[in-house]
Structures are given as structure tokens and as C-alpha cells.
């Protein structure tokens, strides 16, 4: 079959179109943790962020040092992509028991604080669980129903899914992940995104990536446009007083919707380089407060925070 041939002005194009994913570095975690240390200094909720800073930390020792995680195999890849769905849809696979071991390897990897009987009490309650129930637990936490299963093993259960998808995501063959028709769920996995991250450099200058709550997955979004309902008008940004900042120099800004009432935070790297977009989303809940006492829902799930939570 005769090659495409492309003339100059098409070449340079093809060659000024920034990427539609960014895959998670392979020490993501270890990133994480740091970024949520940093973040702890001074923090009213210090103790909460040290804590998963130091479950980031067993995550990265999971996913340097994995469980057998078989994953999907060759043929599902094959059908998803032609299909043009997400290749790791956690639909399906969080229902079987692939997922499982990662569970057990971090259970084993967490230094569980020996001065928090909760937390101890909460990764009992995980090991002593059956298959069936973890799964249960699982189901209901990615599907956003946090009644059915306790606030305690949130972190935890969450922790572990988002170290076997991880894994799954950074094992998959090249040019398997494609742009799906659901443009606000993670191409990837099917997860809706935790929050916006919009770069600074490069190609990516000024562009909008949804980074995914579960595998950590960034893709391309075009900006003012609500990543939930995909509504264009109207949308406001609201952010906190922070070092005499104004709004439109804010490094943290939700983006909110008049239409469906829903929001997610934007992190804007020119104005901190060093934001993360799991970390800094735990850290700004005085945004999410504020912007729940006007009125609007968070629609972005943090798989290692339960609703309510946060002290």
C-alpha cells in the first residue's frame, strides 16, 4: 500500500500538534508523595496529608516491585481499539481479580501508624474481606457510590486500584491508548478526571489536559468548555485569596458550571510549576468548601478521599 506523501506546509502541521495523552512518569507515586510533603508545611490539614504522603510512598514501592497483574489480554486490546473504547475499562476489569493482588501487596507494603487505631482497624477490615467483598467495595467506590462501602478503607482501596491500573497503563504497547467518543472520561480506563492541569511549555503551552483519578492518565480538553456536561456558556472560575493573588493569577481555579452545577479545580503550571494533580486537589479543600456552600457539586472524584472526609 502506496505511502502517504506529505508536502512541507503539512509537515509542519503534523509536527506543531501538541500530543493528546500524557502517560504518568513510572515513579508517579514517589512524585506524588514528595509533592504532598511539601504541601503538608503549615497546612491546617497536615496530619491528613503526611499520612497519604506516606501511602503514596508504599504505592511506588508496589509499583516498582509488582504482584503478578496479568491485565487484559492481547484480543480484548484488539476489540477495544477498534471499538474505540478505553483498552483498561474499569467497568469490567475491576469486577475480576487481576486487580486483586495489588490490594494484598500494599496491605503488606503500608507502615500502618501504630498511634491510629482507625487506620489500623480499617486495613483489618480489608485483609479479613473476601474476594467478593473487596470487589464490591471497589465497584462502589469507582462508580461513585461511597454508601457502599466504609469511609475508612477509602484511601486504601483506592490506593490499590490506582497502582494496578497504573501498571496496566504503563504496560500497554504503544498507540493503544486512542481519543474515544466519551471526551470528559479517561481515554484510557473510562474514569472521569480528578482535575485540569494546564501547561506551560512547548507544544502544550495554554492546553488543558484532564488528568484521570484512577491510572493517572492526562488527556487533551479543550479549555472553557465544563468537562462534565460539555456546556460552553457561561462557566465562571473561582479561586482563593492566596498571597494577594488576583483571580486570573490564581494557580488553583475551579472551573463552574451553571448548567449541570458542577466544577473541577484547574491547576495553571505557569503560576506553580510544581503543582500535582492528585496532591494539590487534597490539599485546596477550602476550594471545594467554598464552592459548596454556592451551590455547586464536585463532580471529580479523589480516590483517596471519601466525601466528608479530609481530618
Given amino acids: 500500500m502506496p505511502g502517504i506523501i506529505l508536502e512541507p506546509g503539512q509537515i509542519e502541521a503534523a509536527a506543531n500538534i501538541p500530543p493528546f495523552l500524557n502517560l504518568p512518569a513510572r515513579d508517579l507515586f514517589r512524585r506524588r508523595a514528595e509533592r504532598l510533603q511539601q504541601l503538608a508545611e503549615g497546612h491546617p490539614l497536615a496530619g491528613y496529608l503526611q499520612l497519604i504522603a506516606d501511602l503514596c510512598r508504599a504505592q511506588q514501592r508496589v509499583l516498582d516491585q509488582p504482584p503478578s497483574l496479568p491485565g487484559p489480554a492481547p484480543e480484548a486490546l484488539a476489540r477495544s481499539r477498534e471499538h474505540r473504547m478505553p483498552p483498561l475499562a474499569f467497568e469490567a476489569l475491576v469486577r475480576g481479580d487481576d486487580w486483586l493482588p495489588a490490594l494484598d501487596a500494599l496491605l503488606q507494603t503500608y507502615p500502618a501508624p501504630a498511634n491510629n487505631p482507625a487506620i489500623g482497624a480499617a486495613l483489618q477490615q480489608l485483609q479479613q474481606a473476601d474476594s467478593g467483598q473487596r470487589k464490591a467495595w471497589a465497584i462502589g467506590l469507582l462508580n461513585g457510590q461511597f454508601d457502599l462501602l466504609p469511609a475508612a478503607l477509602v484511601p486504601f482501596l483506592g490506593a490499590a486500584l490506582q497502582v494496578a491500573f497504573s501498571h496496566w497503563l504503563l504496560a500497554l504497547p504503544n498507540d493503544t491508548v486512542t481519543e474515544t467518543d466519551a471526551q470528559t472520561l479517561c481515554p484510557a480506563c473510562g474514569s472521569p ?119
Fill in 193 to 311: 478526571p480528578v482535575s485540569g492541569m494546564v501547561r506551560h511549555l512547548g507544544k502544550q503551552a495554554g492546553l488543558r489536559y484532564l488528568a484521570c483519578s484512577l491510572c493517572s492518565c492526562e488527556w487533551h480538553y479543550v479549555r472553557v468548555k465544563c468537562s462534565h456536561c460539555q456546556e460552553s456558556k457561561h462557566l465562571t472560575y473561582l479561586s482563593l485569596e492566596r498571597d494577594g493573588l488576583k483571580g486570573e493569577q490564581a494557580p488553583i481555579r475551579a472551573e463552574a458550571c451553571p448548567g449541570c452545577q458542577g466544577y473541577l479545580k484547574q491547576f495553571y503550571l505557569d503560576h506553580d510549576a510544581h503543582a500535582e494533580a492528585q496532591a494539590d486537589d487534597l490539599a485546596s479543600l477550602a476550594l471545594d468548601l467554598r464552592l459548596s456552600e454556592e451551590g455547586y457539586l464536585r463532580r471529580a472524584p479523589n480516590l483517596l478521599l471519601a466525601p466528608g472526609g479530609g481530618s
